[in-house]
């Protein structure tokens, strides 16, 4: 059971938008910022968004993060085949001293 | 080139050890805090502790399912950090990914990751 609540999936058309969202608490999305990480099928982790809505050089605008209280929301406009991967949140706890990621979500565009 | 490299997984059996090995290249490897994240298959992403740089005396910090068993180093003059695994268990089957942290002006984020080394755990 992870700290972090995400759907375990979504899908989508080409083209369409998606969000998909990550629930916690006071001890961790609350309290600190949020990044979010795609895993491409048989790939390590990316980062995505950081700083719960920044963009690293290179991640298209397409990508976008946003964070209201205990939540934390990615959305993805433009669908392309290639969005095809896992997407995970990720935050610091202050309560467990750790780092936790949601469950992860399998975005599907169909 | 700017890359972690993981290395030294393998198949064990239960209660045996492993040491796990990250090559950094490509940047100022002493400065940066490093991240060790598994991932079952399957599953998802776990964190299993990380180790400071120097200037924070390379402090360590462990995720509650591997505190007491394992061990995370690091030696800055061979670009090098580790990660020594006791007492395994099955559930300790997973890809170990050794992972850069760094830091914005507001927070810190996880931007580069190596590709994963797998440790199977079975007799």
């Known amino acids: 059971q992870s700290v972090l609540t995400q759907p375990p999936s979504v899908s989508a058309a080409p083209g369409q938008k998606v969000t998909i969202s990550c629930s916690g608490s006071s001890s961790n999305i609350g309290n600190n910022y949020v990044s979010w990480y795609q895993q491409l099928p048989g790939t390590a982790p990316k980062l995505l968004i950081y700083d719960n809505n920044r963009r690293p050089s290179g991640i298209p605008d397409r990508f976008s993060g946003s964070k209201s209280g205990t939540s934390a929301t990615l959305g993805i406009t433009g669908l392309q085949t290639g969005d095809e991967a896992d997407y995970y949140c990720?935050?610091?706890?202050?309560?467990?001293?750790?780092?936790?990621f949601g469950g992860g979500t399998k975005l599907t565009v169909l | 080139e700017v890359q972690l490299v993981e290395s030294g997984g393998g198949l064990v059996q239960p209660g045996g050890s492993l040491k796990l090995s990250c090559a950094a290249s490509g940047f100022t490897f002493s400065g940066s805090p490093i991240h060790w994240v598994r991932q079952a298959s399957g599953k998802g992403l776990e964190w299993v502790g990380r180790i400071r740089n120097k200037d924070h005396s390379y402090a360590t910090t462990y995720g509650e399912s591997v505190k007491g068993r394992f061990t995370i180093s690091r030696d800055d003059s061979e670009n090098t950090a580790y990660l020594q695994m006791n007492s395994l268990k099955t559930e300790d089957t997973a890809v170990y990914y050794c992972t850069r942290l760094s830091y914005s002006t507001s927070s810190w984020y996880f931007d580069l990751w190596g590709r994963g080394t797998l440790v199977t755990v079975s007799s």
């Open positions: 990720g935050t610091w706890d202050n309560r467990l001293s750790a780092v936790v």
